[in-house]
């Protein structure tokens, strides 16, 4: 590169007084990179049957050589140290390092490594407090203190956990891991205090904070394969002090999408056992064993475990939009497009491409549940054995906790039984309630919360008699929303 770069610059021509050698290189270049990307486009369009197009775009690729170097030249770089940086930065982008380069501990004692293989268990529960915790244990024993979302919305950051995970996995490098699991190397005071201390912990939490917000913005990285360079560049200047510095972005990379991939299985499954294998750089969700959970779980049972799912999902998605613009403009509109539409599907039970008529009616009875949330917020005396008054923090139409405690008092034993009833004339009945449920808008009758909540959740109990009577007639249908969910 250097020799080439050399006997270009002997080819430069001079130019009239003031003229400025860097941008006549840089716009060459822009001009030339054209040059080359029209004569790709026409051999896209006229085949390849030219016999010139290799000797033409060579020619053109020249040219763009010849300015790419006649640039460096004018701006003083060697352009053998430009390809060496670049080899450098695109190494340093996409290689990972080997595995076996990754731990930073393989010299110390067992109890001052991170583990190199392990089991660990995450489990949703509920604090006194009633809001949703996810606690940590592995062999049996709590790893550090339960975890809020720390948020006004049930996002999953209760599970952050698994972030600390990934980072010991794929970088063999967590400070907080350490900490939780008492494996701090004190052995060597200096590396305790600057690598395994309060202020390598803070960064920690700060990229996992940091990277959730990004992802947050990204359907948590569902379907990607990359993350954006700038998020990556933060990172590494946050880490560069550290001995996880020496690590490649490729690998903070595949730490983010390794934990992001086991953060959406704990999401959707509520928890679970997950494998960390530091020798395989991998974090594995493990399966619940099939046998067991048949035995143990009713029709209803599975119901409620997957809308609860259906629903953390979309609200992760949606948030609060589905009551955005009030009672009227937003909420009875959703319900009345499921109302509609169940009208529409009831005689032949069609599906479209993005929604089966069990999916309209499970929308339906969400809605009516979610609908109570909304009353019980406005009219905290409505619903007081299940959704007593809030007096501080996020109402119960905020999040998934108002609806999963409606779902939780449900009665659905209906769906054991199964229905015989037709489908037309269950569908009639919704029609009906919903236009009584209209009616209490009009003037015509009376508004009073009471009303609506006892329509609301007439709706509820007639999208699940819907719901039992389409198990019973079409269980394949019900079963595509049940594997669509779980």
Known sequence: MRAYQRSAAKTIQPLPARGDQVTVALLGLAGEAGAVLTAYKKQLRDGPADPEFRARMREELGDALWYLSTAAHHLNLDLDDVATANLSKISDRWRHTPAEAIPFDGGLDAEEQLPRQAEFVFTLTRSPQD????????????????????????????????????????????????????????????????????????????????????????????????????????????????????????????????????????RRRGGGTVRLDLHAQSLTVLEPEPAAVMEDTSTAETFRAVVANLHRRKDASYGTSW???????????????KVDRLNIVAATTESTADESVIDTAVDLYVYALKYLTFLADAHPTVLPDVLPRRETGDGWSDGPDGFE?????????????????????????????????????????????????????????QAMGILSALRASHPELYQDFLDAWQ
């Open 131 to 266: 809001r949703e915790v996810s606690v940590l244990t592995c062999n049996g024993q709590q790893v550090g203190d339960p975890i809020t979302n720390a948020s006004h919305i049930a996002d999953g950051y209760c599970f952050h956990d698994i972030f600390h995970l990934s980072y010991a996995a794929v970088l063999g490098w967590s400070p907080v891991l350490r900490s939780l699991l008492k494996r701090k190397r004190r052995s060597n005071p200096e590396t305790d205090e600057a690598e395994d201390g309060g202020r390598a912990i803070a960064i920690e939490e700060g990229i996992s904070a940091l990277v959730f917000a990004y992802a947050s913005r990204h359907h948590y990285l569902e379907g990607k394969n990359h993350v954006e360079n700038d998020v990556l560049d933060t990172i590494q200047g946050m880490v560069a002090h550290l001995e996880v510095g020496a690590h490649r972005t490729a690998d903070w990379e595949k730490a983010i999408l390794t934990g992001f991939t086991a953060w959406r299985k704990l």
């Open 405 to 461: 405690r409606l779902l939780a008092a449900a009665d659905l034993s209906e769906l054991d039984a199964g229905g015989d009833e037709p489908i037309q004339d269950l569908v009639a009945a919704v029609d009906y309630t919903f236009a009584d449920l209209e009616r209490c808008f009009s003037g015509r009758e009376s508004t009073s919360a009471s009303r609506r909540v006892q329509l609301a959740a007439q709706l509820a109990d």
């Open 323 to 337: 009551k955005r613009r009030g009672e009227q403009i937003s909420i009875m509109a959703n319900i009345a497009r």
